[in-house]
Every structure is written in C-alpha cells, then in structure tokens.
C-alpha cells in the first residue's frame, strides 16, 4: 500500500518526523515535488543528519526515490551522498530520468528576479535554489531532464537552444553581467561528468514503472511531500508560492503511478499546533504588534528559524480555515499534530477559527492572496495546558497528554473532519505518540 505525507500549511510542519517514524515500516521512500528547498533533520543512533534532497529513508537501508516531479540540482545530491557515505552510510538513491535538472543558471535567475519583483512586494521569498526558474523553463519545454544528462548530443544541442536565451535574459531585460553559469561549453563540460556519474552508479530510473513494479509486488511505499499545501502552486497563496504541487495529487503526476493507486492509500496531513511562514505575503493570524513578544518567545522555543537558509520564521495562531482547505485539496485519512509542546505554558492559546471578510464569516482560504490578505481571523480561545515532562508524556501515550492539549486536538481533529495518527510533544524521534500506524489502516 502507499501512504502519502502532506504538508498541510506552509511547509515546516515536522513532516520529517513522520516520514521518519513511518519511513521505517515502508520498503521505498518516494519524493514527488520540490527540489533542495526543502530541508528535513534526521536523527540515527545519535547521530544527526541534515538533508535537503536524499529522501530520508535512504538513511535507514531504504530505496529513496526522487520522482519525476522533482527538480534536482545534482550538486547537492552527490554532496549529500558524499558526506552520507563518509559517516559510514550506503545510502540507495535513484532518480526519475524525466525529472528535471536545476541548471546553474537557474540559480543565478532565481536571485536576479526575487531582487526585481522586491520593489513591487511580489517576491516570494523564496530559498534561492533555483526553482521557480527551473519549473519554468519545464513547463516552456526547454529544460534539461535528469535522462538527458546521460545522452551528451542531446544535452548539448538543449543548451545551446536554451542558455543564449537565459544570457540574453539576465543581460538585456535585468541588465545583470553573466558569468560561467550562462557558459555553454562551461555548463555542458560539467554536466557530462555529471551523467557519467549518475551511470557509473546506476542511479537512474523510470520512475513510474520503478515505483509501479514495487506498488505490484505488494511493498509498501511512502510518498514524501516537501513543502505545504498553502505554498502549493495551484493551491497555495498565489504569488508567493513554490512552483510545485506538494498537495497529494501531486503523488501520481509526480511519480508516475496513478491517482487510484494514492487514492486506495492513505493521505496524512501534518500540522504544526501553530502556524509559521518563511516568506513573504499576508498572514492572517501572525503575531504582530503587541504580541510580538509572544511570537519571539513561541519561535526561540520551536526553533523555528529556516533550515534550508536559516531566516527566523514568522509565527501565528492556528489558521483552521487553511486546515480545511488543506482537508479537501488532499483528501486527508488522518492527521498528525506536531509542537503542542511548545505551546506548553503559555498564558493563552488561540486558533483562527474562521476568517471575517467584507461583513461575512469563511470557513476556508478565498482563492486570491489579495482577499486572503483582508480577512480579520475569528479567534477562538482555549484554556492554556501547563509545561509538564514531554518525555514522559511521549513514553506514557496519548492519554498522558495534559487535557486541555487532549481538548484543543479534538477540536483540530473535528474541524478537519480526520483522525489523529500521531502528535509530537518533542523534538526526538521518541517524543512522537503514535495513535495508529497508516501502513497498519
Ligand atoms: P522556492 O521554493 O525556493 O521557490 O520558494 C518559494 C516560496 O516557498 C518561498 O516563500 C519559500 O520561503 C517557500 N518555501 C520553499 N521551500 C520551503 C520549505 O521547505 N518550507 C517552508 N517554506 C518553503
């Protein structure tokens, strides 16, 4: 069976954790959008592993698969493996021959453009890693793919169509002097060694039928989405998106086994207890203002600073109208509550419950960033739960758990319309109750 992992707010929502607990369980971990802007920590032994491609099963003995919907800069990958394989680990990675390569050029593009759109406060924010440059040049039909890498004639016949343009682009309309990124016979010498390389290791597949023929034999597959729902490119707060879909649609068109096959799955929302963001746009229910402090003191305590580019990360209450609207885009069978630690202590705890706009209360996102950026968050408050020994509570379950935390999950749990599988209470792979295991659903 399958079981896909979905981000179901703005990315940063402990995904990681989950995949990690239930990574375990399956025989492939399987990335379906994104690229290196995603950012996840993984804890082995003791040790401590930062990655921001490698799917992070592949640290556990398990097949890592970046599906054909993601965007792969291929010097992160070998670097991520490098240093995996000198800590000891064999990690096994293939990647989908049709996704596609983040050229260095797209890079350089993706800094170009942020610094443009900052005078009209349409940048997005985004992690520099060259991936709304790359997801555009995929859908104009001049990209590179992770296949064409392997095939010398090819790749330099789609560079020498594709790099006079970007030159011409970065040059002429952003008036930005080009360097060895723009290069043709640079990039091209490069990118050669880069295919010898994914042959040499045989780490290129088709991923459909890779993945198809595991989903055949019976084998349990995890579908790791990165990012979240709102940033979703279709689904998302338009434009200050990424260019993806991490919704759980996402899972077939972006690995290459069908819609039923996600659907006879399970699709299991994860939620951060509160809401962060590390770009730019509006944000209903940020902390702002007078409760400034409060939001330095909840990001200090959830460490919510970036992992990909370590920008501190603005924080606000709950936003149950995106969690409903997440609900639907996914099609979410369970959901997993991460942080309700960090909320421990404090003297108040509220969530938007619904959105007021132009004299009418919402119960989800309107489609348009603009209106979602005029709507007033109906709070509603709970009783604050104490600080108590989260370890504790982590090795005793669910019921340990102090009971106006039990009540406010409830209520998440309801307003969504799905179970509880998990909540975290901590950081450490042990501080994750499992309510039900999905692969076990
Ligand atoms: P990009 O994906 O680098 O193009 O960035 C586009 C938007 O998505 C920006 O607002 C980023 O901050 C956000 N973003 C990209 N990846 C992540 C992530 O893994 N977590 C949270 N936000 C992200």
Same mark, same amino acid.
């Given at each position: 069976m399958t079981v896909t992992i979905v981000g179901s707010q703005l990315g940063d929502e402990g995904k990681g954790a989950l995949v990690d607990l239930w990574g375990g369980d399956a025989d492939v971990v399987a990335r379906y959008q994104g690229g290196d802007n995603a950012g996840h920590t993984v804890v082995q032994d003791g040790d401590e592993y930062?990655?921001?491609?490698?799917?992070?099963?592949? +640290?556990?003995?398990?097949?890592?698969?970046?599906?054909?919907?993601?965007? #792969?800069?291929?010097?992160?990958?070998?670097?991520?493996?490098?240093?995996?394989?000198?800590?000891?680990?064999?990690?096994?990675?293939?990647?989908?021959?049709?996704? =596609?390569?983040?050229?260095?050029? =797209?890079?350089?593009?993706?800094?170009?453009?942020?610094?443009?759109?900052?005078?009209s406060d349409l940048d997005a924010g985004t992690t520099g890693r060259g991936i709304g440059p790359t997801y555009e040049d995929k859908a104009g039909r001049r990209g590179i793919r992770v296949g064409d890498l392997l095939d010398p004639e090819v790749l330099r016949d789609r560079l020498e169509y594709v790099i006079p343009q970007k030159?011409?682009?970065?040059? &002429? #309309?952003?008036? #930005?002097?080009?360097?060895?990124?723009?290069?043709?016979?640079a990039v091209y010498e490069e990118y050669v060694e880069i295919g010898e390389r994914l042959r040499e290791e045989s780490m290129t597949v088709?991923?459909?039928?890779?993945?198809?023929?595991?989903?055949?034999?019976?084998?349990?597959?995890?579908?790791?989405?990165?990012?979240?729902?709102? +940033?979703?490119?279709?689904?998302?707060?338009?434009?200050?998106?990424?260019?993806?879909?991490?919704?759980?649609?996402?899972?077939?068109?972006?690995t290459g086994v069908g819609p039923t096959v996600v659907g006879r799955g399970e699709v299991v929302g994860i939620v951060k207890a509160y809401l962060s963001r590390v770009g730019t746009g509006p944000l209903p229910t940020e902390l702002t203002g007078?409760?400034?402090?409060?939001?330095?003191? +909840?990001?200090?305590?959830?460490?919510?600073?970036?992992? *990909?580019?370590?920008? @501190?990360?603005?924080?606000?209450?709950?936003? *149950?109208?995106?969690?409903?609207?997440?609900?639907?885009?996914?099609?979410?069978?369970?959901?997993?509550?991460? =942080?309700? &630690? #960090?909320?421990?202590?404090? &003297?108040?705890?509220? *969530?938007? =419950?619904?959105?007021?706009l132009d004299g009418e209360?919402?119960?989800?996102?309107?489609?348009?960033? %603009?209106?979602?950026?005029?709507?007033? @968050?109906?709070?509603? %408050?709970?009783e604050p739960w104490p600080e108590v020994d989260w370890s504790a509570v982590a090795a005793e379950g669910y019921d340990a758990i102090p009971e106006n935390a039990q009540t406010y999950l409830e209520y998440?749990?309801?307003?969504?319309?799905?179970? +509880?599988?998990? *909540?975290?209470?901590?950081?450490d792979r042990a501080q994750t109750i499992e309510l039900a295991n999905p692969f076990e659903q």
């Open positions: 930062k990655l921001s491609l490698v799917p992070s099963g592949a +640290i556990r003995d398990k097949v890592g698969v970046l599906g054909n919907g993601c965007v #792969v800069n291929p010097k992160t990958l070998f670097s991520e493996i490098d240093e995996l394989r000198e800590r000891g680990l064999d990690p096994d990675v293939r990647v989908a021959r049709r996704a =596609h390569v983040i050229m260095p050029y =797209h890079r350089v593009l993706d800094g170009i453009e942020e610094e443009a759109k900052s005078d030159r011409a682009l970065a040059e &002429d #309309v952003f008036g #930005v002097d080009t360097g060895e990124a723009f290069d043709v016979d088709n991923a459909g039928e890779f993945l198809g023929s595991h989903v055949d034999a019976g084998d349990d597959v995890l579908f790791e989405g990165a990012q979240g729902t709102s +940033i979703d490119i279709d689904h998302g707060i338009y434009p200050y998106v990424t260019s993806s879909n991490p919704t759980a649609g996402g899972a077939a068109t972006g007078d409760d400034e402090e409060l939001a330095d003191y +909840i990001r200090e305590k959830g460490g919510e600073f970036g992992t *990909v580019t370590g920008r @501190p990360r603005r924080i606000g209450w709950l936003d *149950v109208p995106m969690l409903r609207h997440a609900a639907r885009a996914n099609g979410f069978t369970g959901l997993a509550v991460n =942080h309700i &630690d #960090v909320l421990a202590g404090l &003297d108040e705890v509220k *969530v938007g =419950h619904s959105y007021g209360e919402l119960l989800t996102m309107p489609a348009t960033t %603009e209106r979602w950026g005029r709507c007033e @968050p109906n709070l509603r %408050e709970f998440l749990s309801e307003e969504v319309g799905a179970p +509880i599988y998990a *909540v975290g209470v901590g950081p």
